[in-house]
């Protein structure tokens, strides 16, 4: 099993820049694929980012290719995702997550998930 954390969120003006941990308790983060997830007010839970269990392969939706990037530390049992050129539209609340073995995008194929941190992006 996996508890996860998501830290670094808060209050910035558009067109800067955040970056998100996810610290994972547990002997096994290396083995578990991870994304990253985001809900904003009224809206529907939506895909933001993932990677694999070894880092090689990475995963974006259309709306933050070329802003965000997900990185993961397996000897620091932590995830991140580097968000910058931060628009008012990705105010949310962002999740982490965490499968077993094979990156996913679609948020029903996840496990385990953090409380989420709030992301707001004022204009």
């Known amino acids: 099993q996996v508890q996860l954390v998501e830290s670094g969120g808060g209050l910035v003006q558009a067109g800067d820049s955040l970056r998100l941990s996810c610290a994972a308790s547990?002997?096994?983060?290396?083995?578990?694929?991870m994304g990253w997830f985001r809900q904003a007010p009224g809206k529907e839970r939506e895909f933001v980012a993932a990677?694999?269990?070894?880092?090689?392969?990475?995963y974006y939706a259309d709306s933050v290719k070329g802003r965000f990037t997900i990185s993961r530390d397996n000897a620091k049992n932590t995830l991140y995702l580097q968000m910058n050129s931060l628009k008012p539209d990705d105010t949310a609340v962002y999740y982490c997550?965490?499968?077993?073995?094979?990156?996913?995008?679609?948020?029903?194929?996840?496990?385990?998930w953090g409380q989420g941190t709030q992301v707001t992006v004022s204009s």
């Open positions: 997550a965490a499968r077993a073995l094979w990156v996913a995008t679609m948020d029903h194929e996840y496990d385990y």
């Open positions: 547990g002997r096994t983060f290396s083995t578990y694929a």
């Open positions: 990677i694999a269990w070894s880092g090689s392969n990475t």
